[in-house]
């Protein structure tokens, strides 16, 4: 089993599934090995829609949000996020993505290479989801802490920060992961994709929800999506879901779900270290439009 603990320059170890054929990507302990290395001939359908997001970017909200809108209803139930990550499931058999029934709202943190080849071949609806990496960064380092599978031995948010540019984590690094579905778009014009991002999100949600319902072929009143907005707020998604995944500080992935997090985590030099980062990574992006306060 290609499960290692992947040790950083501080000398902190972290569990993560290693690809046995592409040994430079990392993924969650417990995703499912046969997915994580097969998941380009996964078969979609052609009413599927795929919502895809570097990890920690809103993924759990935009589920719900993109489930509502195209079922139509006005209220979240108890199914988990989890049921329909492509990742962690079987491809066939009780319980799998296959057992779904369409259409299928599917979900993955895969990077554009290695999603379904149908993905393309079937024009499915894709949903691209981004978040700036400060506080995806943050996010991400309460994850890693408290989520005992991953077995990480630091504690620091410092030494945490130099992990999370290197890319020693599931989903490797953020910059190659937005970097990878930029090129995808730029080189695939027929990528049938809406981009989505978590600050704007926050900020407008009745306008982003109403371009998103209308990319999934919806067409709704501003009542309804006013109704949509609220159930799906992290508040509700907190009591309904916040117990799948916490702990005795509460919910870790609906921790706080708000925008600027990261000021109480980043020295000033961290923040001036990472925005140089950002630029020598990011800065040639005509896609993304980070924002790191509202």
Not at 151 to 178: E, M
Request: charged share 25%.
């Amino acid at each position: 089993m290609p499960m290692q603990k992947v040790v950083d320059s501080a000398g902190h170890s972290m569990k993560l599934y290693v690809h046995e054929r592409k040994p430079y990507l990392f993924g969650m302990p417990q995703f499912n090995p046969y997915m994580l290395e097969n998941l380009p001939d996964c078969q979609l359908r052609d009413d599927d829609v795929i919502l895809v997001s570097y990890p920690k970017s809103g993924c759990h909200w935009l589920w719900e949000v993109t489930r509502l809108l195209v079922s139509g209803r006005t209220t979240t139930d108890k199914v988990n996020k989890e049921n329909a990550m492509m990742e962690m499931s079987e491809l066939e058999g009780n319980g799998s993505i296959d057992d779904i029934p369409s259409p299928r709202i599917l979900n993955n943190h895969y990077f554009f290479e290695n999603q379904p080849k149908d993905l393309l071949r079937k024009r499915v609806k894709t949903v691209l989801l981004y978040r700036n990496p400060k506080d995806v960064a943050v996010s991400f380092f309460h994850h890693h802490t408290r989520l005992q599978n991953y077995c990480y031995t630091g504690r620091d948010f410092p030494s945490y920060l130099h992990r999370f540019v290197d890319g020693l984590v599931d989903s490797n690094c953020i910059f190659d992961w937005l970097a990878s579905w930029e090129r995808a778009i730029n080189e695939h014009k027929d990528l049938n994709i809406c981009i989505m991002c978590y600050e704007d999100l926050q900020e407008n949600p009745l306008a982003e929800f109403r371009r998103l319902a209308k990319f999934l072929g919806k067409d709704y009143e501003d009542d309804h999506l006013q109704q949509v907005i609220k159930a799906t707020s992290i508040e509700t998604m907190r009591e309904q879901k916040g117990f799948l995944y916490s702990d005795n500080s509460g919910a870790i992935m609906f921790r706080k779900g708000k925008v600027g997090d990261w000021k109480n985590h980043f020295t000033i030099a961290q923040s001036e270290w990472f925005d140089h980062v950002t630029r020598t990574r990011m800065g040639h992006s005509k896609l993304y439009n980070f924002r790191y306060d509202l």
